[in-house]
């Protein structure tokens, strides 16, 4: 593992998911799950977000429209919240969830809408 990369990384994550999140994360990890906590934070947060290539709130449009295809609402919820704090507005989630519309269906982007109204709501924007 690169320390470097993944000091990244866990900046990285932090900054979009939350600090406290990541550390609840990180320290409920155990002999199972910490290899992969620490392979995920280096290589999706330190190789991937750490490239300053793609900014913060587009890599989060990426990220809301592929989770969205894929269906996994629960990390489309966290990856909502996280969105938000990198700058996406909610007309922005609205475009993103009618591309998953098209893509991906009706019934997929309804999930999307309802998961987003309820972070939209937690957050005072609905």
Known sequence: MSKERFQVGLEKRKATLGAEYVEKNLAAA?????????AMTEWCWGFGWGDESIDAKTRSLMNLAMIGALGKMSEWEIHCRGA???????????????VVAIYCGVPQSLECFRVARKVLEEDGQL
């Open 84 to 98: 938000i704090k990198n700058g996406v507005t909610k007309e922005q989630i609205r475009a993103t969830i009618h």
């Open 30 to 38: 155990d002999d199972f799950t910490r290899p992969f906590q620490e």
